[in-house]
Every structure is written in C-alpha cells, then in structure tokens.
C-alpha cells in the first residue's frame, strides 16, 4: 500500500501539469536588409527548439504558457503570417515567409531571452535554390546599381558645379528659312514640242539682260515684242516668258496676275500647266509655302516622270516640303528614282538629303551627307543648307571649322534675329578653342548691338560667365547682372538659365543659406526645362550641408521644416541616408523623441552591417528620453546579442540601467549591475543612488567615497545619501560632519536637520538637539520635518513641566 501510494507522488509531481511554466512575455523584432532578428522575451527561460520547412519556422517553447498581455507584430512584405498555437505543454510560434529562409538560428540569450535570427532569402535564392542550398550562411541579394532616376547622378556639373558656367549651352535654334529654287530659265526651253526651238523667239540682247539678272529691263522688252507680234502661238510663248520675268523681278501682282491668266486660259495645254509651276513656286516665295506645297501636290499627277518639268517640279515639292516641316512626305520624294535629274537639280537634291537629315535631328547623318558636298558652291549658296553644314560641324566638334563657316554664313543672312544667332555661335564654336578672357569683347558686342534678341542675351549671360569665371570677386555683380537679363528675357530656357546661374554663384560662395530657398522657388516655377534635373542635383548636394549648418546652430525647428520641405529626396532615396542623423538628432534635440528612434531604427534597417552599430546608442538614448523603458530594455538586449564587445556596450548598459531604476525595477537593475563598476566613474552616482534605494548603506559609502575621487564634486544629492548612509550604519560623528554639508538649497535640507537633531540628542547633546529642531520650526512652509520638530519641542516642553 505504501508503495502504491509513493508511485501515485512520484507520478504526480513529474507530470507536465505540475511543472512551473514559462511565460512569453514580450515579441520585439529588428529588420535589416537580409536579416530579420525576433526577440522572445521570458519571465523564465523554457526549453526551445526550431525546425523549418519550406517558407515556415516553427519555434517550439516546452512548458510555456503567453501572457495575456502580448502583443504581435504585424506581417509584412518578409513575414507574410505570424500565427501562435498549442499542443500538449508545448507553445508553437509559427511564421510565414515570402521567400524561403536561407537559414536560421536560435539561441538563448541574457535576461530569459530568446533569440530567433533569420537569413532572409529572396528572388533568386528561390530561383536558383541549388545554388542558395550550396552558398548557405551566405547573403544571396541582386547587386546594387546606380538609380538613373536620382537627378545627382544625371547631372553632369556633379563633380564641378563651377564648370556649369563654362560647360552649359542653351539649345540655340537657328532657324533659316528654306529659299526655293527657280527653274532654269527661260522655261520655254522645256516647253514641248519645241523645247530649245522656243529660245529663238527670244534676242541675244534679252538673254543677255537674263543672263545678268536684268529681269526689269528684259521684261519690258519682252513685253514689246509682244504687243508686236501676231502670231498666236507665240504670242502665248512670249506671254510665259513675260510672267516668269515678272516672277523673278519680284513683282508678285504683275507676276500672279499674268501667270494666274495663262493658268486659266490654257489650263488644258501644257503652256498653262507650266504656267501654274511658276504661279506655284510664286506663291512658295512670296506668299505662304504651305499653300505651294498644297498646291504642288495638285499638280504632280499631271506631269508625268518623263517630261522636262518634272525634275524642277520634284525639286520644288522637296523644298516646299521641308520648309512645311512636311517630313514624311519629304522622305518619299526624296526616295523617288523614276525621274531623270539633271546635274545640277541631282546636287540640289542632295543637299536636302543632307537637309532632311538635319531637319529630322539625325546629326551624324546630315554631317555625313554634308560632308560629300561640303566643297559645293550649291550648298554655300543655300542660307538654310549652309546653316546646317554648320550645326553639324558644330555638333560633330570641329569648332575651328565650324567658327570659320558661321563666319561666312553671316553674308548670305538678312534680318538681326539671325545675324546675332550665327555671330553667338560663331564665338561659342571660338571659345572651345580660345581662352574665354580674349573673347568677352566680343560677346559684349553681340549683347550691346542686339540686345533685344534671344542671341544677345545669351551673349549677355556668356559675357558674364567669362567675366565671373576670369575673377571671383566679380560675384556679386554676375549675380546682378543674371538677375537683369532673366527679368529681361522672354525665352523661357534663357529665363531658366540666368535664374540657375544666379543661384548657383551663392552656391560657389558657400551662401547655401540664400542658394537652398531660391532653389526651392525655382523648381517650383520650372517644372520642365533643360536645367531641372541640375538643379535638383543641387539641392541634394547642399541640402544635407544645410541642415547640418542648422544642427551646429542648434535651429532645430528649422532643420526639420527644410526636411519635411524636401521629404521626398529623403523618400526617394536620392540623399544618402547617413544625412538622416542630422534630422534624427534634430528632432532629438527638440523633444520629439519618438520621430528621432524612428529615425535611428530605419538607419538601422538599411545600413549594410557594419555600420549599423554607431546608430544603435542615439536611437536607445531618444527611446530613453521618451520614456519608454520597456523598450529600452529590448533594443539594449539586441545590440547585446549583435555586439557582445561592441563599442557602446558601456553607455547602453548605463542607458538599460537608468530605465529600469525609472521603472522602479530596482532588483533587475542591481542583478544588471556590473561587479566592478568601470574606472571613468560614470555608473557611479547611478549605483550609489541604487545602493542608496535598496537601503544598501555600506555600498552606497564605498561607491561614493570611490567617486570623490573623480573631479567633480559630490552634488547636494549625493552628500545627502553619504550622510544618511553613514547615519544608518552607525558612524555618526562622520555623519555629522557629512549632514553640514548640505546647503540649504538641498530639498534634503531639513531632514538634514532632523538628523543632527537626532545624533546630538544621541550623544547626550539635548541643547544642541534643540537648537536645530527650533531652527526647523522657524522655517517657512508647513513640511513634514516641520512637523516632526514640533511635535518634539512640544514633547520636550512637557516634559520639563513634569
């Protein structure tokens, strides 16, 4: 019976139900970019185990029970569910992964804790898991690259923003009209069915009058012979030739007038077809290219491939389609090869291969086409072809070359709009060839004589550049002078241009407090433009020194409204986030704690390993100052755990004991409490304080009397516990001398008092004892060491009455 009764014990108290459970506290976590710690936190530590399969962790936890109040964290992008279940004793924390884990590790950690540390995987470990499988331990990751949507990587001035001055051109559209190519003339010549037989109606004087461009004086006498002549089939020869003098004397209403009559007179002979080719290319010259290019098209169908016109005519609709801008429909007639071209008609069309090239924006290929012809009288003789050899020399970097053409292009040139665009890029072509100080003259000339084109005021900005660049101490009249020709220009681009320079010389001048807010303004007013993403590229290059200039001054709210201002730099990820200290300690220094441990647990997140450490004790110091001891305690544990000889080891156990004497957990922060305090006496006046709480006198006098050997002297606080301590242990004369050092600025002044008055009253001294609980008595307020004193002096009066 005894027996049975020992085996029903035994049995009792080692089944499960009887054993103490462990209970989970608290879950923390900390991401990083490959790795994600969770941290298990235990009134006890339990017995653990993990296993993992496939995307999921199980962590098992034997006789554990959770604690009503814990609380999970929420999924996310890496853990995608988190779910909590039991079975039997055992606790079962199950977690999803997007990814399957490379690995992980589990292991017990100080203070009942338990760390869970897993390698995240990602898309290519699951692409390629043999080789995850073969590389385990190892961070699988897709290998950083530049982000080519940051603005300081697309901006070239990145590296020298003083060579935006020398560096930058403004797109200068030079844009000459197309001129159009008359027949050969007299057109009679190819006139059927006479053709050349038609020149004989025409005198040696006459052609000699054409041959000199005469056309005034040959119109009038081939009007003449006209009027004389009888014949009808000549008259209407001659009356073509008539209009085409006109046509070329530029006469336009003689001219239409005569043409439009044959047109319509003969419309349904080949003379009024060619007549309405001469009426058309008249209206192209004169009138409105786009009409002649309508009209042109109108009458190609009548004219076939074979007939003498049809080389002029498709010269002519190539001309009339490139000054329409017709480019499409330029590109199929120059395709055409069913048409006999004449020499010189072959080289035109040539030329506006080359044309069309450069019309479409295809610069080496217009330098190509241009290049076979560049020794063409033609194309020296064409203003907008001649315009375009010179762009491509331009473009192509033959400066020397291209100086010296737009230097001859000028003669061919009407109009100051132009003359002053090809003199501006004639010294921009000088310029890569000459030093910038031999030619501010000339672009002040261009600026003075043609100051109300586009061309002279980007001479004006030029000649500034020059100006600035030759001498620095010229800053601030370069910044007046931009200011002017912005205010001045109504070109958008030359605005934007004058504007950027002017912020940019505060920027050169180390002003980044003018440059940052003007930059604010100009992004705001130039949404698009060819100096946007510079300027961007600015403000992410002074930002960062601008709120650290405010950090210095302690303008704190002023660092963080530029930040905000600018937040989605930050979001982008264009600044470096190491800059993200600087906003942290600002909003550290201003009291927003919480915002600032944000700040520092994100650096944390993203920092490649290390550097993560530094950012570890600001962001427990602001979770500190915010009052939020708990988690203090947890972010104290994990740098631990992360860097168990790590260089702040020091300071965080100080910042962990300090929250845990805030949170009135007085034993855990004696049993954290290192044996042997260190030698710089910094956890001194927190230990004797904790000695001092926990009625541990002789400690607190040891501590005390060790720290009075570092130079600064013990505080009213301090005295106070040394005196107390001496008094509680017994060592009143030590004590006394102690409580005579407390000031009466001391909150411990009067119990200070008290206890004199009890030790003299000790030692027999009741005079001296009374002297000093009268003196608290005479003090002012209503204290409970007032109290005290005269509740005893009323004793003591009773008593000498008995």
């Not at 554990?64 to 814990?70: A, N, R, V």
């Not at 995850?132 to 697309?154: C, H, Q, S």
């Not at 290319?281 to 190609?300: F, G, M, V």
Request: glycine share 2%; proline share 4%; hydrophobic share 40%.
């Amino acid at each position: 019976m005894k027996r049975f009764i020992l085996i029903i014990l035994m049995a009792m108290l080692t089944s499960p139900c009887n054993l103490v459970a462990s209970e989970l506290i608290n879950i923390s976590r900390v991401d990083a970019k490959d790795v994600v710690q969770i941290y298990l936190n235990f009134d006890k530590p339990p017995v653990f185990s993990g296993t993992a399969t496939n995307r999921r962790i199980d962590v098992e936890l034997k006789a554990t029970e959770i604690s009503k109040d814990l609380q999970l964290f929420s999924a996310d992008d890496k853990i995608v569910k988190f779910l909590t279940r039991t079975k039997g004793d055992t606790l079962i924390l199950s977690m999803f992964f997007r990814y399957r884990p490379q690995d992980f590790k589990l292991t017990a950690n100080i203070n009942n804790r338990i760390v869970l540390e897993v390698l995240l995987g990602n898309e290519y470990s699951k692409s390629y898991k043999k080789l995850a499988d073969k590389l385990k331990g190892l961070t699988v990751v897709d290998r950083a690259t530049p982000d080519f949507t940051n603005p300081y990587i697309l901006s070239p001035y990145r590296a020298d923003w003083a060579s935006f001055f020398s560096s930058y051109e403004n797109p200068v559209n030079i844009d000459i009209p197309v001129t159009f190519t008359p027949p050969p003339f007299p057109i009679i010549e190819l006139l059927p069915p006479g053709r050349s037989k038609n020149l004989d109606l025409l005198s040696i004087e006459m052609m000699t009058l054409a041959e000199s461009n005469s056309w005034d004086m040959l119109a009038t006498l081939i009007l003449e012979k006209l009027q004389s002549t009888t014949s009808p089939e000549v008259k209407k020869i001659l009356a073509l030739t008539y209009g085409e003098a006109l046509m070329r004397t530029g006469s336009f209403e003689g001219a239409f007038k005569q043409l439009y009559l044959l047109k319509e007179e003969y419309k349904d002979e080949r003379l009024g077809t060619y007549a309405n080719y001469l009426l058309i290319w008249l209206r192209a010259r004169y009138e409105d290219p786009y009409i002649a290019e309508y009209e042109y098209r109108k009458l190609a169908p009548s004219i076939s491939d074979t007939s003498p016109l049809a080389p002029y005519l498709l010269l002519s609709q190539i001309e009339t389609s490139l000054a329409t801008k017709e480019y499409k429909h330029l590109n199929k007639l120059l395709q055409i090869d069913s048409v006999a071209l004449p020499p010189e008609v072959e080289e035109r069309v040539k030329i506006r291969q080359a044309d069309y090239w450069f019309a479409i924006n295809q610069p080496i290929k217009a330098y190509a086409s241009y290049k076979l012809l560049k020794n063409s009288p033609l194309l020296r003789s064409q203003p907008y072809s001649y315009g375009g050899y010179c762009s491509t020399l331009y473009d192509q970097r033959y400066f020397r070359a291209a100086a010296q053409e737009y230097k001859n292009l000028k003669s061919l040139i009407e109009g100051d709009k132009h003359i002053a665009a090809i003199a501006y890029r004639e010294n921009m072509a000088r310029l890569k060839f000459t030093k910038g100080a031999k030619l501010i003259s000339n672009f002040s000339q261009i600026a003075n004589s043609y100051s109300q084109t586009n061309a002279g005021l980007l001479a004006a900005i030029k000649k500034n550049d020059l100006r600035f660049l030759n001498d620095k101490q010229w800053a601030d009249k370069a910044f007046s002078n931009y200011k002017d020709i912005a205010n001045r220009a109504l070109s958008r681009s030359i605005r934007e241009e004058a504007e950027f320079k002017a912020i940019l010389i505060h920027a050169l001048t180390g002003d980044n407090e003018t440059a940052v807010p003007m930059l604010h303004k100009f992004l705001r007013e130039f949404q698009i433009g060819n100096v946007r993403i510079t300027a961007q590229a600015l403000l992410i290059d002074l930002l960062p020194k601008e709120i650290k200039r405010l950090v210095d001054q302690t303008d704190y709210i002023d660092a963080l409204v530029l930040a905000k201002q600018n937040k989605i730099l930050f979001q982008n990820n264009w600044i470096d986030s190491k800059f993200l200290v600087d906003i942290a300690e600002a909003y550290h220094n201003v009291g927003i704690y919480d915002e600032a441990q944000q700040l520092y647990l994100y650096l944390i997140e993203i920092m490649s390993a290390d550097k993560r450490e530094q950012y570890y004790l600001p962001m427990i110091q602001a979770t500190f100052d915010h009052g939020n001891f708990s988690l203090v305690e947890d972010y104290a544990a994990q740098y631990s755990y992360n860097y168990p000889d790590g260089t702040y080891s020091k300071a965080i156990l100080l910042l962990r004991l300090q929250s845990l004497v805030a949170d009135e957990r007085l034993s855990d922060a004696l049993q954290a409490l290192p044996s042997l305090l260190p030698a710089d006496y910094s956890y001194h006046p927190l230990a004797a304080s904790l000695y001092f709480r926990t009625n541990n006198y002789s400690k607190t006098i040891a501590t005390l009397n060790e720290y009075q050997n570092h130079p600064t002297p013990l505080n009213q606080l301090q005295f106070y516990f040394l005196a107390e301590s001496y008094f509680h242990t017994g060592d009143l004369p030590t004590a006394v001398e102690t409580f005579y050092k407390i000031s009466k600025n001391n909150p411990f002044y009067l119990q200070s008092l008290y206890r004199l008055a009890e030790i003299h009253r000790l030692q027999g001294k009741d005079d001296l004892a009374l002297t000093f609980l009268q003196k608290i008595v005479e003090t002012e307020g209503n204290s409970r060491w007032k109290q005290y004193a005269e509740r005893d002096l009323q004793y003591e009066s009773t008593k000498d009455r008995y």
